[in-house]
Structures are given as C-alpha cells and as structure tokens.
C-alpha cells in the first residue's frame, strides 16, 4: 500500500485482534490458559538426558495444514509455526478473507530448520574410520539429502509456508538472530502500522526445542538446563534454559481497521522498544533495561510483567536485579511453564500477556524463590520483558483497552 | 529542487555513502572498472574439493581474510565490515564508531559448519558417531567461541559495536531479495521521522560445500563449469541457472534534510521501494505473474512515478529459465510497449549471484549508472531468448541518460522486492 498518512496525523493506536498459540501444554487460548491457571508444565528430562526440554503438544496439522504435500515440504519448527499462524488468523477473523491476506504485512521471527542428523552422522562416520576422498563430503551430501530439504531449513521459509498454506501475501519479513528478532519484529510491524504504513500484521515465531543440534550449539556456551528442571528463578546452582517448544503467532491492526470490520480486540500493543547492551561489564544489561523500562509510556505501577528471562547467566541475574526494583509488579517468566522457545519467546509473552488482560486476571506464579508474587486485581497493565540470553533486549507494552 | 518532503509529505531518502565488494574487488572503484569492462568474477572453486560436485565453479572472494577461523559467517561479517566502512567514509555521517541510526543487516541463515563438526568428532576419538557424541564433547567452555560465531545475530552484533549503530540491529533475510529489504527497512524508519540516518547492509559469504550442494539439488544452478566466466547467461536461451556469488553492499540512507544540513554529497535517491508476496509455491512464480507484476506496480506508485518515468532495468536476471521468463512477463505487463524500450542489464552475469547481499549490491551499481550515465552489460549475451523482447544492453557497456533506474530482486519463498533509484529528487 502506498503510505499517503500525513505527517502531521497522529499515531494509529493499535490493537491485538489474533492470538495464535500451539506450545508444550497444548493449542489455542483455552487449553493453555487452563494450564497455567494449573500450573501444568510439560517438561521431558528423559529423551535428550542430560539436557531438559519442553516438548511440543501434538495436534491434528490437518486442522490448519490441509494439504498432505505441504506437511511434507516442512521440518517440525516450520510446522508449528503455520500451524500457530493458521490459529492467530482464525481467532482474528481473517482465515480465508483474501482481500484482507493480500494487503497483511507478515514479519516471523525465525532462526532455522533442523538438519538431517543421520547424514550428518554418517559423513562423520565414515571419515573416523579413515576415508579421506576429498570429495567424501560433496558425494555424500549430493546422494544423501533430502532434495528439498533445504526449504525446511531456511529462514524465510517459514513465512514462505504462511504465505502458501493460509494465503498471507501482502509483504513478507523475516527477522533473525535469536530472541530480540521476536522484538524487533513486533516493533518493527507496531511501528508500520502506528504510522500509516500498513493497517494488519501477522507476527510471530515458532521453535522446536526437541533438536539436538539446537542443544550442540547452546552447550557450546553451556546455556543448556541439565539433569533436573526447575523454575527459571531457581536455577542458581545450575544455570540454563530448557528448549522449549511453541508456535506463537499474532494479528495485530490499527483501531480504525478493527472497528471498521467489526473484530473485537484482546488488547492494546502500546508500544514496543528494543536494544542491545554491549554486555562488557556487570551490570550492562541491567542498564539497557531500565533504560527501556523509561521508553515504555506513562506506566501505573502494581501491574504485572511477563518475561521471557531465559535461566541462563549472566542474563538472567541482571534481569532479577532489575526487578527487585519494581517490587509490586507481579512477575510472570514463561521460560518456567513454556521453556525457552527463542525466537518465539517474545511474542509468547505478548501473546500470554494479551490473554490475561482479555480474561481479566494474571496467572497464577510458579516459582517459591519470592520473585513472583501474587496479583488478585485484573491487569490493566502488562509489560513483556524479552531479553536474551547472549545479545539484545526488548520490552513491550501491552494494555487493557479503556 | 528543494523540497525536502516528496509528493506523498514523506521525508525524502537520499544515499550519501556506499560500498561495495564483489568477487570482482573490494570498492566502488574496482568494481565499476571491472562491471564496465564486461570482466566476470566467476572463477572455478579452489576454497573446498570440487570431486563430486554437478556445479564447480562460484563467484568467490578469495582476497580477504578472516579471523580467527575461515567460516562463512566470518566471511560475511568482514565483507560487511569492507562495505560499511566504504559508505560511511564516503558519507562522513557521524564519527568512527558512533553512527547516528540504526543498522538493518542482510544475512545468510547461519549454521555450524563441516570443519566444526570434524573437530568436534575428532574430540570424541570415536570411529562410529551421532549427536549425542558431539553433545559430550562440546561443552565446558572448550568451544564457547562457536556458540559467538553460529548464533544468528552474531554478525549483527558484531557490526553494530563496530560502528556504533543505535538501538536494535536487524538480522533478516527474505533469501534472494534480502539486500533490497535491508534498503526497504532504512527508507522506511526515515519516512517514519524514527532516525534521519539509517545504516543499510547486505552480505554473503556463503560459498560452501554444502550450500553449493543444497542448491545444486534444487537444480538451481549452473553446470557449464567451463569456462566458468561464460556460465551465467541471463536472458539467453541457453540459460541453465544462476551461479553462486559473495559479496556485500553498504549504503548510508539519510533523510534529504540531515544531508542538505550538512552539506553531505547526494549520490541519488531512494524514491520508491515495494514488496509482494507470492504464495504460489517455495521456488517457483505464480505462472500468471501477478505477485511479481503487483510488486513491480507497488514499487512505482510508492514513488509516485509512471512506467515511463523509468529509463534503465536492473534485473534480478538471475539466469535460471524460469526467473528471466518471470521477470519479462512482470516487466512487459507492467511497462506495455515501453518494455522493449528500456534497457535492461543484469550484474549477475559477471558478478554472479550475491543472493542476500544482491539487492545491495545491485543498488550501488544503479546508483554508479545514475552517476557515471553508462550501463554495464550483460555479458555471455549470444544467443538470445527469443521470448524475452528485452533491450539487453548486451556484451558491452552502453552510455546512455538515466535518470531513474528500477532494480528487482526475486527470491524463494514467494519474496519479491522492487526498489527505484532516481539522481535527483523528483
């Protein structure tokens, strides 16, 4: 659409009309916020032993994926993630309505798909025990590759399967580098909408924590959570993340567009702020936070935080003195009930954050170290924390719709 | 002219420094001499074994450097680095290592490589392995520097300390229109009045084994290995595929304001950007066109200018059947008669394909035609595809007045981007 707002208008006040959900404790709206009024955790210290993960709660990929072929053409992460979209755009309303897919700005926070571990194994293998044809790599990867598999590992593929499977085809963005991409592509779509630039937009990511070569690359900074899990706040002794598993998707819209077509909202997404400590010295990060927190808007106090603090250090200590500081904000971290999903961790919180302005009551904590404490009122005011585990921070806020 | 908003009340975003490496060279200079020349980066592969592979040769860059390990995110990473430093000297917008805007960064996925994996199977000092080998070796801090080099934000934040970038850097890829969605994110944020200066980069060093393979597997590429400098042939009838290239484009965006305050050269503007996606299918076009001509169509109304308006073509040209047929069909719908009368050249025939870092690159060499008002050609241009009635500008160089150039770029995934270059205001 060609942006013809003036520059004098105002910013469009933009709402949460879509929540698409599929995690670990299962799909839609109703089934996870059973969960964490439940305090249900789904957590598997088996399968990957030593390391801890959350993994994904099966549905019918029918439901949101008609087409056999195209369930085919993807990798799990890729699955998850249409399926969440499929689920945001329904609980928006906008399933099917071409007019309105053709227009929608589609930005995904995406890291990639995973790769075919028994080639892998088998190049390494047969190297160990002394091939050493130069061309051992070449003909094996040539012979043994899946020939589309490269589609189910590339980035901007999972957009891509957005747009052939539920028909999202107005622009098409895909954000990388690990958590703060989900920020950035909330803020990124907030900021074109509030602007004029564009009236809707799907964002969102997914992840697929049951993968060991994800669990190779975090053990190189040993971020992984071993042996035992425990809530985030309480993993001093062994610090890390779980992998989580979880598609979270969501339709955001200016106002006038919302009314003008009758959808109702979940919340107002206030505003969204992102940077990125250099992390040289304790205390950075905790810096860069409070810087954000002051970026937010005019905030009430009492109200509640949801974060994505991830149980990995030093992050996850600078954040918890930043908190200190706001003691009567009633703390929520989704990496204890969903695990950690990376990319999909920050529009999880905003997603969660929404759901509980819209049923008018925080979930409940699960955590006895004392950071999350109770909240009897119904929220007005949520901020989303997302701040990673190696580079970048982000907030968001996100508010009852007066 | 001078006014600093265009016709729609946007700020006007204008290019104040670039930079550009290519397996050509490193610089606008080099490069310019070389593209003018007809000269072809694309050489055979000497980096990795070639035993077994279909494609054999890529347009590398073999004359840089990269510490502490060669990866292609460390090539990546220093051929942004090349490129950001040449705009931001050309530019002179802010001071080394504080520039005043963001940075949106145009990279490859990233993945942990082959010499990494051997390593860790030889840690293992096992003959028959999987994962969960390597899963106990790789920990304890032995190999922390891996988890620094294969997160997807690494070479983001790398550059962004470098160059003291504000805020968050951006990490995308929309495959091959990568590059020009980079341009897209910094006009955007100036027209939203967020910065007055944006820092625009697209790189790829991604010439490895297995991607070679990957594409070759979806018969993506080339196999006239030889020559390797006749392999890339856009719009031939002999065309059989794009080659794989590396490279990287910087382009220091500002709005017309910040430059005219402080007397910064103006090397072109960036009048219009557009975007559509085509949800037809994960490689190929809709047959009808319609994504890639609504893209085009976008592109020229977020500029506010008619298809004639248009006086040169920058194609995606990627030399694969199907993009070039695409791309006429997009190009002959949109521009009517006038189609046949732009010319049209495609950089990939001597550069080859850059892929995340086209869009970037093939931005900087629009706005060195604006500059120096001469095309470069399309080389290994012999035997033309009857069904594309372009005006390739065809084996040599060609001067001709161009005012304002459109540059397209295609990709996977449905990814369509168009982006329109002017010298002047308009």
């Not at chain 1, 539920?166 to 098409?172: A, D, L, Q, R, Y």
């Not at chain 1, 970026?295 to 992050?315: H, N, R």
Request: aromatic fraction near 6%; glycine fraction near 10%.
């Amino acid at each position: 659409m060609t942006e013809t707002t003036s520059a004098t208008s105002g910013p469009a006040e933009v709402w949460i009309t879509g929540i698409g959900l599929a995690t670990s404790l299962g799909e839609g709206p109703d089934a996870n916020w059973n969960a964490l009024e439940q305090r249900r955790i789904n957590v598997d210290e088996k399968n990957f032993a030593p390391y801890v993960v959350h993994p994904w709660a099966p549905v019918n990929l029918d439901t949101q994926i008609p087409k056999k072929g195209d369930q085919r053409q993807m990798e799990a992460w890729q699955r998850i993630g249409t399926y969440a979209a499929g689920l945001a755009l329904d609980s928006a309303g906008v399933k099917g309505n071409k007019e309105i897919l053709g227009r929608m700005d589609m930005i995904v926070a995406a890291g990639g798909g995973e790769r075919d571990l028994k080639v892998d194994s088998g190049v390494l293998t047969a190297e160990a025990q002394g091939n050493s044809d130069p061309g051992l790599l070449n003909e094996r990867l040539m012979s043994d590759l899946r020939p589309t598999l490269f589609l189910a590992q590339l980035s901007n593929l999972l957009a891509g399967n957005i747009a052939i499977v539920h028909g999202v085809s107005g622009t098409s963005r895909t954000f990388m580098g690990e958590e703060v991409a989900g920020v950035d592509a909330a803020r990124i779509a907030l900021a074109r909408i509030a602007s004029g630039q564009s009236d809707i937009a799907l964002i969102g990511g997914s992840h697929n924590g049951e993968r060991r070569d994800l669990l190779l690359l975090y053990e190189f900074g040993d971020y992984n959570l071993k042996d035992k899990f425990a809530p985030v706040w309480s993993r001093h002794e062994h610090s890390g993340f779980a992998l989580g598993s979880a598609g979270a998707f969501l339709v955001i819209e200016s106002r006038a567009h919302a009314e003008a077509r009758g959808a109702k909202p979940y919340a107002r997404l206030t505003n969204v702020v992102a940077d990125m400590s250099r992390r040289k010295q304790p205390g950075d990060m905790k810096t860069t936070l409070e810087k954000l927190w002051s970026q937010l808007g005019k905030l009430d106090g009492g109200e509640a935080i949801v974060t994505g603090a991830t149980g990995a250090e030093p992050a996850t200590s600078e954040e918890r003195a930043f908190l200190s500081e706001h003691p009567d904000y009633a703390v929520r971290a989704t990496g204890t009930v969903f695990g950690h999903t990376m990319e999909a961790q920050f529009p999880l919180g905003l997603a969660v954050a929404a759901l509980s302005i819209s049923r008018g009551a925080l979930f409940p904590p699960t955590d006895s170290s004392g950071v999350e404490i109770e909240m009897s009122k119904p929220p007005a005011q949520i901020v989303v924390i997302g701040a990673s585990h190696w580079r970048g921070e982000g907030m968001a806020l996100v508010e009852a719709i007066k | 002219m001078t006014a600093s908003r265009d016709k729609f009340g946007r700020p006007i975003v204008v290019v104040t420094g670039m930079g550009v490496v290519t397996s050509l060279g490193a610089g606008k200079t080099d490069n310019w001499a070389k593209l003018t020349a007809g000269e072809s980066g694309i050489r055979t592969i000497t980096r990795f074994p070639i035993e077994g592979l279909k494609t054999t040769m890529a347009g590398t860059v073999d004359f840089v450097t990269v510490d502490p390990f060669f990866c292609s995110p460390g090539l990546s990473q220093r051929l942004a680095e090349m490129a950001a430093e040449e705009a931001l000297e050309q530019s002179g917008r802010g001071s080394k290592g504080d520039f005043p805007g963001p940075l949106f960064l145009a990279v490859p996925p990233v993945e942990l490589e082959w010499p990494q994996r051997r390593e860790l199977s030889h840690d293992t000092g096992k003959q028959e392995l999987d994962y969960n080998d390597l899963l106990r070796v790789c920990g304890g801090g032995k190999y922390n520097s891996y988890h620094r080099r294969f997160t997807f934000g690494s070479v983001a934040s790398y550059l962004a300390e470098t160059f003291g970038t504000k805020g968050s850097p951006i990490s995308l890829s929309t495959a091959c229109a990568s590059g020009a969605t980079s341009i897209q994110l910094g006009v955007e944020a100036i027209r939203r009045g967020e910065t007055d200066a944006a820092l625009c980069v697209a790189t790829d060093g991604s010439v490895n084994p297995e991607a070679v393979v990957r594409f070759s597997l979806l018969s993506a590429l080339s196999t006239q290995n030889n020559p390797p400098q006749g392999a890339s042939k856009p719009f031939s009838k002999n065309r059989d595929g794009f080659v794989m290239a590396e490279g990287a484009g910087a382009l220091v965006l500002e709005s017309y304001d910040a430059a005219i305050a402080r007397g910064a050269p103006i090397l072109g503007v960036l009048a219009g950007c557009g975007e559509l996606t085509d949800s037809f299918h994960r490689t190929r076009s809709s047959p009808d066109g319609k994504p890639i001509i609504g893209c085009v169509r976008k592109t020229l109304a977020d500029a506010g200018m008619t298809a004639e308006q248009i006086d040169h073509i920058n194609a995606h040209g990627t030399a694969t059947p199907e993009n070039d047929k695409m791309e006429y069909l997009a190009i002959s719908t949109v521009f009517g008669e006038h189609a046949g009368k732009i010319p049209v050249s495609s950089n990939k025939s001597m550069v080859g394909h850059t892929i995340s870092a086209a869009g970037a690159v093939e931005a900087v060499f629009s706005l060195l035609t604006l500059e120096h008002q001469r095309i470069p050609p399309t080389i290994n241009y012999e035997t033309p595809d009857p069904t594309i009635l372009f005006d390739v500008v065809a084996n040599k160089a060609r001067d001709a007045r161009v005012t304002a150039v459109m540059s397209n770029s295609f990709g996977f995934g449905g990814q369509n981007a168009s982006l329109i270059l002017t010298r002047e205001p308009i």
